[in-house]
């Protein structure tokens, strides 16, 4: 293999890094707005929470001072959310993300056997979804001289 071949080949070999993630969702996209705690119940700050798309596409955020996160503008569809700190042992769930709404908290499952002194991250739940007023148009009524009348 010659050199620039070589270079080429480790270029397409690096990992992306994650998109952006933003403050907002819309009618076409949707977010998740969580906390993350160590095992022991204490809120962990700077978490790296990675968002991955079932198409492959991967968003990244972290957690606040609180051990608090949000991502929006994401489309729809279902993702696996991982939480990584080193020193810490990371949890991995699945997660639905819905247009026009705020997924709040995290579907709580039944957690892995914990050994004495480890570590680990812990997503909080349970999940509910929260749909700002602003963003569901109400529906049309409908004129009361096109209602038929009887």
């Not at 969580?34 to 119940?41: C, E, L, P």
């Not at 990371?90 to 709040?104: D, H, N, R, T, V």
């Amino acid at each position: 293999m010659t050199f620039p071949a070589l270079c080429v080949f480790l270029l397409v070999l690096q990992p992306q890094p994650p998109l952006p993630v933003s403050s907002s969702i819309s009618p076409t996209t949707g977010g998740i707005k969580a906390g993350i705690q160590s095992s022991g119940g204490v809120p962990v700050a700077g978490v790296q929470i990675r968002l991955k798309h079932k198409d492959g596409r991967v968003w990244g955020t972290l957690t606040d001072g609180m051990g608090r996160f949000m991502a929006g503008g994401l489309p729809p569809g279902e993702y696996r959310m991982e939480s990584s700190l080193a020193g810490f042992k990371g949890e991995s769930c699945a997660i639905q993300i819905k247009a026009q709404a705020w997924l709040m908290g995290v579907p709580v499952g039944p957690r892995a056997y914990e050994k004495p002194g480890l570590r680990a991250l812990r997503f909080q739940g349970p999940a509910t979804y929260e749909v700002p007023g602003g963003l569901i148009r109400p529906q049309q009524r409908p004129e009361l001289g096109k209602i038929p009348m009887h």
